[in-house]
């Protein structure tokens, strides 16, 4: 569906509006791999995907021309290898061969000069040309693999992104932020990357004239919070390794030796792949432009700008990075930077530009299930200045009045050097959440009732029956609420025991959110004897603690061959303790062992 209207009246004043109900773009290469065919799918809604309205209207002194556009809910799936297929296809369809050098020939010349004289003497155009382009529900969704149909994909979504300019430029971005899911449940089961914000921009020089340029700029955003786990950084680094991959495979990377690259290969990289796609496509322009630039650097009658007097002040709410394990979601580096302002002036002459800010960071205790500070919050500032002159010299000053204080401890240190090392191990990582920070083993000679207890509600949560010899996996909250809220609710972090049956009354109540062991008393007495149930809690080297229930009397084997035993020699239930391990004696033969 595609309509145009089209009014235009004697004096000149015109209006148009079109719409177009739908733009798709579909990959429909018969050798692919990609999966992922509507590059551009159809909007699920009923209503126009593009509208657009001009009109121009009689001024006092010209003409005002208004464009207003609106673009609702575009996707854009990037599936790496069709784009490089469509640049192939295009390279070849336009092959364009160089053309021969311009000649010093004095027809063309005459008309060159000719048309710069009469650009000269041209009475500037009194049109004024305002718009609006408003962009509404958009995403931009990359593509782990596009061979996969279910492959993983970082999708950039914006609520709206509005520029417009009405005498003043302004733009907007509502509701921007990025994310992770799988294509078959894309609605379903996202792991939020940075959460939405909003911000904006506004440049005002309504002010302005030729001789006197007042620009002012004023920008606002709100806070920026990501999340990012190593398992992400894996993912980009292997979409990224991929995307070279296929540019190598398509000729737009050159493999250059490492031991004859110099200073003008590291730095002029750039500059030599511009120059050599410049004169494959266009190889005029640049002798076109040699034989023209004498003219225009001719002097010319414009009035030149003799005052300029520039201003910008910028609103940041805060920043915040919140660094996630690979092993069971839990955060492990907070830091985090307070709202502050950035003031500057005059940067075109004497720049002058001021920012204050206060930061710190924290570290993720696993052994205690807790923030603990690693930089102490402490205020810095930055000034950049320069002076008028033509030999000033660029001055930048960074200023702190307090002293940074840093707590580091050997477990802190273990749980950064750790960092580096996930990124670039190779072994394949669990699905998310496959892994529980906690571990349950059950070594009294009992059947244990185990939940999550809680001091205001009296619901067993997670009840789980948990037999003698068995290890559970465990979590008090599920990794997605951890991950939304960046923090650990220790009121939860209490494990509810009962022993199976009716032998014991005692219902224990556990706090796991530290380290050592604690000794319970079973009631009632059984042989006049209150037996007792020890809790072990322990940080295992993959930062997951272990919750050992056993009996007060352990048994260690510190030979180097197994060891069994058994509680007398009618048991027909032999317990074996390999080297370095322990066994505890059940609970109920603990007393007379």
């Excluded at 599936?79 to 192939?88: E, G, I, Q, T, V």
């Excluded at 750039?270 to 040699?290: D, H």
């Excluded at 720049?351 to 696993?366: C, K």
């Excluded at 180097?560 to 027909?572: A, E, G």
């Amino acid at each position: 569906d595609f309509g145009l209207t089209f009014w235009m009246k004697e004096n000149m004043t015109l209006k148009a509006e079109t719409h177009i109900a739908a733009f798709t773009v579909e990959d429909i290469r018969k050798n692919k791999d990609n999966k992922h065919t509507e590059l551009i799918p159809k909007i699920a809604r009923d209503s126009y995907q593009f509208m657009a309205a001009l009109t121009q209207t009689k001024l006092n002194e010209g003409d005002l021309l208004n464009l207003s556009m609106t673009i609702d809910s575009p996707k854009l799936i990037l599936a790496m290898d069709y784009l490089f297929a469509l640049k192939s296809f295009l390279d070849t369809a336009i092959n364009v061969k160089p053309s021969a050098k311009i000649s010093d020939v004095p027809e063309n010349q005459n008309k060159i000069d000719s048309k710069l004289s009469e650009d000269e003497h041209r009475e500037p155009s009194k049109t004024k040309f305002q718009y609006c382009v408003n962009v509404v529900d958009s995403s931009i969704i990359l593509l782990a693999d596009p061979s996969d149909t279910n492959s993983e994909a970082v999708v950039f979504s914006a609520g709206q992104l509005l520029l417009a300019d009405q005498n003043i430029l302004s733009a907007s971005a509502n509701n921007v932020g990025m994310f992770l899911c799988r294509m078959e449940t894309f609605n379903e089961n996202r792991v939020r990357l940075l959460d939405d914000f909003s911000s904006s921009i506004v440049i005002d020089g309504r002010n302005s004239t030729p001789e006197k340029l007042l620009t002012s700029v004023q920008f606002a955003i709100e806070p920026l919070v990501m999340r990012l786990s190593l398992r992400d950084i894996r993912l980009a680094i292997f979409i990224v390794n991929r995307v070279m991959a296929l540019a190598k495979e398509n000729g737009l990377v050159e493999d250059t030796p490492s031991e004859t690259m110099d200073i003008n290969t590291k730095y002029g990289a750039f500059s030599k792949e511009f120059k050599k796609t410049l004169s494959k496509y266009a190889p005029s322009v640049i002798s076109s432009l040699s034989e023209l630039s004498n003219k225009r650097s001719a002097p010319t009658n414009e009035p030149e700008t003799i005052l300029r007097a520039e201003k910008l002040h910028a609103d940041i709410e805060g920043l915040r990075l919140v660094l996630i394990g690979d092993i069971h979601e839990l955060p492990i580096l907070d830091m985090n930077i307070k709202p502050f302002s950035v003031s500057a002036k005059d940067w075109s002459s004497e720049i002058d530009a001021v920012a204050s800010l206060e930061t710190y960071a924290n570290i993720f205790n696993y052994s205690r299930s807790s923030w603990e500070p690693l930089v102490e919050s402490f205020p810095i500032s930055f000034h950049l200045s320069k002076g008028s002159g033509q030999d000033a010299s660029l001055v930048f000053d960074v200023i702190s009045r307090k002293v940074a204080e840093i707590t580091l401890s050997s477990r802190s240190i273990a749980l950064l050097s750790q960092i580096q090392n996930s990124l670039y191990d190779d072994t394949g990582l669990k699905p998310r959440g496959a892994e529980k920070p906690y571990k349950i083993y059950n070594d009294t000679g009992l059947d244990l009732n185990v939940w999550i207890a809680s001091k205001e509600a009296k619901d067993k949560r997670g009840l789980t029956t948990l037999k003698n010899g068995e290890v559970l996996p465990w979590e008090f909250e599920d990794w997605r609420k951890v991950r939304d809220s960046l923090d650990t609710d220790n009121s939860q972090s209490i494990l509810g025991v009962q022993v199976v049956g009716s032998k014991y009354k005692t219902t224990l109540e556990i706090d796991v959110t530290s380290e050592g062991e604690e000794v319970y008393m079973l009631k009632p007495a059984k042989n006049e004897v209150h037996n007792r149930l020890a809790c072990e809690l322990k940080l295992c080297e993959d930062n997951v603690k272990l919750i050992t229930l056993r009996s007060t009397l352990l048994l260690e084997n510190t030979t180097s061959t197994t060891v069994q035993f058994k509680m007398n020699t009618n048991d027909p239930i032999t317990y074996d303790i390999r080297p370095g391990d322990s066994r505890s004696v059940p609970i109920e033969e603990a007393y007379s062992s």
